[in-house]
């Protein structure tokens, strides 16, 4: 991929992430039935979709350690300012335990997801060394 592709690209997929984090935020807070019953259904979606974008991002689109990194710099940014600052000054954050399980689930998938991101740029710069 040429680098006049990438940069585009690379800013799309930080523009899915916040938008990945305005669902997640929405989301996290739902319940469901008749006696309301906790559904966090933010910290699936963040399960799933941090990883698929650190990869995306680090094996595809910008192989660095920076490029790996952009993806989970830009949640926890998001998730900072969409969920203490939300729109019109909502918290889309509350102190409870869905929103410290919203920002656990994404710390570690996404520093599990980062480690191993690092890892495979570190194995393809050795096998081209060598």
């Not at 305005?22 to 559904?39: D, K, R, W």
């Not at 910290?43 to 790996?68: K, M, Q």
């Not at 993806?71 to 000054?89: C, E």
């Amino acid at each position: 991929m040429s680098d006049v592709t990438r940069l585009p690209l690379a800013l799309v997929l930080l523009v899915i992430s916040v938008l990945l984090v305005a669902f997640e935020l929405m989301f996290q807070m739902l319940y469901i039935g008749p006696v309301p019953v906790p559904v966090p259904l933010g910290t699936l979606i963040v399960v799933v979709s941090l990883p698929w974008l650190i990869h995306t991002t680090a094996t595809e689109i910008l192989p660095s350690p920076a490029g790996a990194a952009a993806p989970l710099v830009v949640w926890f940014a998001a998730v900072l300012v969409l969920g203490f600052f939300g729109p019109g000054g909502d918290l889309l954050l509350p102190v409870n335990w869905e929103s410290l399980l919203l920002l656990v689930a994404g710390a570690v998938t996404g520093v599990v997801s980062f480690r191993r991101a690092l890892d495979r740029l570190a194995d393809g710069r050795d096998r081209r060394v060598s």
